[in-house]
């Protein structure tokens, strides 16, 4: 606590020749304060008195946005041949609706990223990787799985191509490679050209090359790739087993 000095009396003459008492405080000596370090002290003051709405704010700040709910919407898909009315998450992927909520699980979920060909679905008679597509974009849409394609009675001619000529070892990729190999000899019997191609205007033909190139985005982590290319040499007709080129 600072203390104060007595006042020192001390008589000043006036006019009338009266003297008159005037009260004088002097500085108490041993109290001493720099600028330094009054500013030192008066931030110091003002950090103690902001510290607990700083802290405040950043606990808000911290703190858990609240979660809103998901949105929903109704979507009307026909797969392998049989309509599904869904009321889905707008989120929900192509993939996750065929698996999670109609149970056909014979679509795989491999990379989740587009990369490895293991969901690829038949969508409108075009392949397309079912990761990489929402549900709701595919209203009316008609899509065929493994499943739709044949069963164990009746094979597909592709899925009994594969194995016969041993398409598949852990057999993870395999609904994925054999829908991609069913619409890849179908797009080349469209004459839908691909990067292979010397000439695009061309149709192409189903050379092991050009199979390969359409492949391509079906990744086999077994190495089952020239097995794979013999059996849809196979159901093209067997032109791709005998031309390397």
């Given amino acids: 606590m600072v203390g104060i000095a007595p006042p020192i009396r001390v008589h000043q003459a006036t006019g009338n ?3 008159q008492e005037v009260d004088v405080h002097q500085p108490d000596e041993g109290f001493k304060l720099t600028r330094r370090e009054l500013l030192l002290t008066s ?91 929402l549900a709701v974009q595919h209203e009316g849409d008609a899509v065929t799985t493994i499943e739709g394609l044949g069963t164990p009675d009746k094979l597909h001619p592709m899925q009994a191509a594969f194995v016969k000529h041993d398409g598949y070892q852990c057999g993870y990729c395999t609904p994925g ?41 079906n990744l086999c982590r077994c190495g089952a790739y020239s097995n794979i290319a013999d059996a849809m040499a196979e159901v093209a007709g067997g032109k791709a087993g005998r031309d390397r080129t």
Avoid: F, W, Y
């Fill in 17 to 19: 020749t009266q003297s």
């Fill in 177 to 217: 490679q054999v829908c991609s190999a069913v619409a890849v000899l179908d797009e080349i019997k469209r004459g839908i050209p691909s990067h292979v191609q010397d000439d695009i205007t061309a149709r192409p033909r189903a050379t092991n090359m050009e199979m390969r190139e359409r492949m391509s985005g």
């Fill in 43 to 133: 931030a110091t003051s003002v950090a103690v008195t902001l510290a607990p709405s700083a802290a405040a704010v950043a606990d808000k700040a911290m703190a858990p946005s609240p979660q809103k709910a998901p949105v929903n919407a109704k979507v009307s898909l026909t797969v392998n041949g049989k309509q599904h009315a869904l009321e889905l998450d707008t989120r929900t992927t192509l993939l996750d609706a065929l698996r999670e909520h109609l149970r056909l699980t014979g679509t795989k979920k491999g990379c989740d990223h587009g990369q490895c060909g293991a969901c690829t679905v038949i969508v409108n008679g075009e392949r397309i990787n079912s990761c990489l597509s």
